[in-house]
């Protein structure tokens, strides 16, 4: 692993030669863990990471230099656009300037893939012949099935329920490149059969399909989980985006006010956010780095900032995050990807300090953002992309009121032409309000209450 001092930032249609790696500003912050005890009579877990993506993880280098290969694999896509919503300012009648990141320009229609192919890449040279996940909307199953198909390698996908049903043309997208897709929870699985008993109708969440991944890697000969988000290597990898953006807007002679980006566990977030925090150290330019979560699962906004497992069996090691509790089954709302029980530690902890900023918004409010800019822009966003939509349409109209030509930049995540099911329903009417999701959020904060006083 290459790392050291600061390499010349990328020209605009260039392709970064490294990751950045935001533990290397923040002072004190220790990447930690607690380990569990045994589990449900099972033994530990064993290790997942190859080393080279340990070190990865608990690198205290500013960047890390992306090899050769990965980077070839990236220009197939890379650099993503950078858009300005134009269309979408007149329509709002705002003196904002508003940009997005088009990362649904990736071959699997959205950011995940800069971290699944790096991880195939390492995973494969590491040995490893198959790779298992637990995945929510289906982004990240898909950019897994992609990456280990360029590795030729087997993957196994545990898929939220709730989308699995959702959104059955994702699981094909996994299928046609190679991938085994299950719903989750599900029969195959100690950890599944366990959570049906007690529910037989359970909706799934992240949690759980990352319990029943962790036991399907735990007990395969060569088999490995790989995590879609939340940890500091996925997070890493995900700084192509922000990096990108910068040398995309310097070249325009801009610089974002505001960024902005949905997060459910943060790699969407991170990726675009981390790099302006990194600029805003060395040049003492300050932006507004805003993640936007689902008031359904607001683990930032309403979470409690504790240590907690990252499986809903509670497996894993612990870390320090902002969580609802990872026995929190979130209500099914439409943007999969967001519904996470906690924060990644070190956006937890950045959110903690004041680094960072987070609101949340109802999924009706959502739904209206990101029809919205379909019609204004003619470009169908994801659902967790949307939730981004609504605060930066929100600053929008807030500039028109106050008349500040702020600028403002999101990530526009993922297309959502695998979401058409659930605009249909807003569109008719259909689409659930969100009291039942906050009666389950009222729920997860009492009962983490009751385990803190215990």
Known sequence: MNTGAEPRPAA?????????????????????ERKPAQQHGRPGLRPQLPLSIYRQSVSDEPYIEIPAEIRAQYERWRPTPLVRAR??????GT?????????????????????????????????????????????????????????DMECTVYMVRCSYEQKPQRRVMMELNGARVMPSPSVTTEAGRSILADDPDCAGSLSVASSEAHEYANDGDGVRYSAGSGDNHVLLHQ??????????????GEYPDTVV???????NFAGLAMPFHRDAVATGRRTRLVAVEP??????????????????????????????????????????????????????WMYHEGLIDAVAYGQSEV????????RAEQVIPAPESAHAIRHVIDRAVRARE?????????????????????YEKYLKGLMDDDSAAEADVERALSALSETAMR
């Open 367 to 374: 739904f209206e953002a990101g029809v919205t800019f379909a």
């Open 87 to 92: 269309r979408l300012e007149k329509f709002l």
């Open 261 to 267: 980006a949905a997060l459910g566990a943060g790699s």
């Open 12 to 32: 605009a249609g260039q392709v970064p030669t490294h990751w950045y790696n935001v533990i290397a500003d923040l002072a004190g912050y220790v990447p930690e």
């Open 95 to 151: 003196p904002a300037r508003i940009y997005y990141k088009y990362e649904a320009a990736s071959p699997s229609g959205s950011h995940k893939l800069n971290s699944a192919i790096a991880q195939a890449y390492y995973y494969k040279k590491a040995g490893i012949r198959e790779l298992v996940t637990g995945t929510g909307a289906g982004q990240w199953g898909t950019a897994l099935a992609m990456a280990c198909t360029a590795y």
């Open 295 to 348: 008031k359904s699962c607001p683990k930032l906004t309403r979470g409690v900032y504790t240590w907690d497992h990252h499986d809903a069996l509670g497996n894993t090691p612990m870390s320090k995050m902002y969580t609802l509790g990872h026995r929190f089954i979130p209500s099914p709302i439409h943007a999969g990807g967001l519904r996470y029980h906690g924060a990644a530690p070190v956006i937890s």
């Open 239 to 252: 700084t192509v985006i922000g990096q990108e953006a910068l040398a995309q807007l310097r070249e325009l």
């Open 402 to 422: 106050t008349g500040t030509a702020e600028t403002i930049l999101f990530n526009l995540s993922g297309h959502g032409l695998m979401d058409l099911g659930s």
